[in-house]
C-alpha cells in the first residue's frame, strides 16, 4: 500500500496569511493526487485534482503542486472560510489512501 | 445537482450486520464508480471499498475484505454495503462518494451515516 505522509499536522497561521501543507508518498503516484477541505461535522470537499488542477467552483486563492512523491498545498491570503482541516490522497493505485490531515487554526 | 444521500447508520452489537445505503440523484448513476470512505471519531479519511459502473468489479480495503459487501442497483440509482461481523474499530462515519471511471478522485460526497459497533 501507498502511504501518504502530511506534514505539519497542525499549522497555526492568521487572517491573510499565506500556508503551505506538504503531502509525501511512499513511492511514485505520478501526478495522482487530490486535495480536499473538511470541516468538523461536514464531508469532506473537493479542492484539487491531478496534483495542481482547481476543480471548479473553488477559489483561485488554492493551488497545488508537485509530482513523483512531494506535493504541495498552498493558500494564498488565508481567509476565515479556510481553517479546516486538509487531506490529501493518492489515487494512483488501489487501496486509495489518505494523509493523515493537517488540522489549519487560527492563530 | 448532484446529491449522495446515506442511510442506514445506527448502533449494532459486536458481530452483528448492518446495510448502509446511499441514494444517488443528479446525474447518470451507471456512468460513475462509487465508493464507501469512512472516518472514525476524530480520525481521518479512509477509503472503504469501490464498486465500478458495470455494478460487477469490486474492491476492498484489507480491514473490511471477507466482511462487507458492496453492490449497487442501477435501477434504484442506489449504492449499498453490506457490513457483516461488525467490530469496535469499524466503529465511524461512513461516506459515500462518486469518482470517474478513468479516475478515482471523489468529486462528491454524501453528508455521512454514524455507524457505532458497541455493546
Known amino acids: 500500500d501507498i502511504q501518504m505522509t502530511q506534514s505539519p499536522s497542525t499549522l497555526s497561521a492568521s487572517i491573510g496569511d499565506r500556508v503551505t501543507i506538504t503531502c509525501r508518498a511512499s513511492q511514485s503516484i505520478s501526478s495522482w493526487l487530490a486535495w480536499y477541505q473538511q470541516k468538523p461535522g461536514k464531508a469532506p470537499k473537493f479542492l484539487i485534482y491531478k496534483s495542481s488542477t482547481l476543480q471548479s467552483g473553488v477559489s483561485s486563492r488554492f493551488s497545488g503542486s508537485g509530482s513523483g512523491t512531494e506535493f504541495t498545498l498552498t493558500i494564498s491570503s488565508l481567509q476565515f472560510d479556510d481553517f479546516a482541516t486538509y487531506y490529501c490522497q493518492q489515487y494512483n493505485s488501489y487501496p486509495i489512501t489518505f494523509g493523515q490531515g493537517t488540522r489549519l487554526e487560527i492563530k | 445537482e448532484v446529491q449522495l444521500v446515506e442511510s442506514g447508520g445506527g448502533l449494532v452489537q459486536p458481530g452483528g450486520s448492518l446495510r448502509l445505503s446511499c441514494a444517488a440523484s443528479g446525474f447518470t448513476f451507471s456512468s460513475y464508480w462509487m465508493h464507501w470512505v469512512r472516518q472514525a471519531p476524530g480520525k481521518g479519511l479512509v477509503w472503504v471499498s469501490r464498486i465500478n459502473s458495470d455494478g460487477i468489479t469490486t474492491n476492498y480495503a484489507d480491514s473490511v475484505k471477507g466482511r462487507f459487501t458492496i453492490s449497487s442497483d442501477t435501477a434504484e440509482n442506489t449504492l449499498y454495503l453490506q457490513m457483516d461481523s461488525l467490530r469496535a474499530d469499524d466503529t465511524a462515519v461512513y461516506y459515500c462518494?462518486?469518482?470517474?471511471?478513468?479516475?478515482?478522485?471523489?468529486?462528491?460526497w454524501g453528508q455521512g451515516t454514524l455507524v457505532t459497533v458497541s455493546s
Open positions: 462518494a462518486r469518482s470517474g471511471q478513468r479516475d478515482s478522485r471523489f468529486d462528491y
